[in-house]
Every structure is written in C-alpha cells, then in structure tokens.
C-alpha cells in the first residue's frame, strides 16, 4: 500500500484536465503498467499509461510527467 501511495501521490500531482499532451510529457515507460498492493491484483491497484492513471474501479484521468517540479528534479 505505501508503493501504491507514494505513486499514486506522485502521478496525482499531475493530473491535468487538457486531453492534449506533449510527446516530451508522456510517463516514462519504467514508471506504466499495473502497480499493486504488495505485488497481488486483488487488492489496491493504479494501472499508469503514457497519458493515462487509473485506480482500480475508477475511470482514468490524464496525466503529465513534469520532471522538473519533482523533489528530485
């Protein structure tokens, strides 16, 4: 649960609500596919796509990735 929320806490600072996004702006492809609760699908999950983030059971919103205004940047 804390990956999912760590993530999730990261990629929901990006939601963005324009359904146009710049190619330099896509998820890297380290950070998309399907993130679980302790590795198990039947719990909490949050798929991320180039464009997309989805928690289980809720529709998609858009996302951005903004490198430059993480902690880390």
């Known amino acids: 649960m804390q990956r999912i929320s760590i993530i999730a806490g990261l990629f929901g ?11 330099d702006a896509r998820v890297p492809k380290a950070a998309q596919g399907v993130w679980a609760e302790k590795g ?30 993480s902690p880390r940047g």
Do not use: M
Request: proline share 5%; net charge positive.
């Open 40 to 69: 198990k699908c039947s719990g909490s999950t949050v798929t991320i796509t180039a464009n997309t983030l989805q928690y289980k059971g809720s529709k998609p919103d858009a996302v951005y990735f903004a490198p430059k205004e």
């Open 13 to 23: 600072l990006a939601i963005v609500t324009s359904a146009a996004l710049a190619e």
